[in-house]
């Protein structure tokens, strides 16, 4: 089965069979939140863009009616810059147990290089877009299905495509005081340059009920990929700060 035959398919199996929806409030709110992070290992689900030390993310959330902007900034603990996203989502459906959302994301990455012996930074520009499934089966259970298309912009930047599923649990009671989130993914990277591979990536997270800190540790496994040499296990550990 080729390439365009998996993402046919994968579109397919996103629209349910209805497409009655809920309307929405005019007089909605705007959402606002943000997460910072203090992170051991700076991992990427491209092995290409990992920075693999450690690294500082901050992500903020905006959300209004069926629209979203959700920027998110990554440096290393010397404040030079990793990436900068910008995700714009817009909810095609938006019923209470399934979301489908179509988005685009205009990100910059940016890769050490040496002129004359100095180091700089180079950016290399990317433009992806998206379309996301999200299965809500209670409010702290979800089952995710995305797909997005990502394309660099400078000459010598790579091209692929990149097919997500993952399980989430965000509501796990340990005891009267603590809450466990726990989230399995599974992805597949098809890149230019020998960049192909699946992946399992699992994370886990405890917090203290009505703390907005938590500790989390993730991790990436490769199951079988064409990348030389063989990707390796990947692990990373941090502090993240939930402002609602």
Not at 39 to 54: E, Q, R, V, Y
Not at 76 to 94: A, C
Not at 208 to 216: A, E, K, Q
Request: charged share 15%; hydrophobic share 45%; with cysteine.
């Amino acid at each position: 089965m080729n390439l365009r035959c998996l993402q046919i398919l994968f579109l397919v199996f996103l629209i349910p069979v209805s497409h009655a929806q809920a309307p929405d409030s005019t007089k909605q709110k705007l959402k606002a939140s943000a997460n910072f992070s203090l992170n051991s290992n700076g991992i990427a689900s491209i092995p290409a863009f990992s920075l693999d030390k450690p690294a500082l993310i901050a992500s903020v959330s905006l959300v209004k009616n069926r629209f979203s902007y959700e920027p998110v900034l990554g440096y290393s603990l010397e404040m030079k810059p990793w990436f900068i996203d910008n995700w714009l989502n817009y909810k095609l459906i938006n019923r209470p147990g399934f979301e489908l959302r179509a988005g685009l994301n205009f990100s910059t990455f940016f890769t050490p290089v040496k002129i004359s012996d100095t180091a700089i930074l180079k950016a290399e520009r990317y433009f992806a877009y998206t379309i996301t499934g999200v299965y809500k089966i209670t409010p702290g259970t979800l089952l995710t299905l995305a797909y997005w298309s990502d394309n660099g912009q400078e000459p010598g930047t790579i091209k692929g495509h990149f097919f997500n599923f993952m399980g989430e649990k965000n509501d796990i009671d340990v005891g009267q005081h603590f809450i466990l989130a726990v989230t399995l993914q599974f992805f597949y990277i098809n890149y230019d340059g020998n960049n192909d591979g699946l992946f399992f990536s699992p994370r886990i997270a405890g917090s203290v009920r009505n703390i907005p800190f938590s500790i989390f540790f993730q991790s990436t496994q490769p199951l079988s990929s064409n990348i030389k040499p063989f990707p390796e296990f990947k692990w990373n550990a941090g502090l993240a700060y939930i402002l609602k």
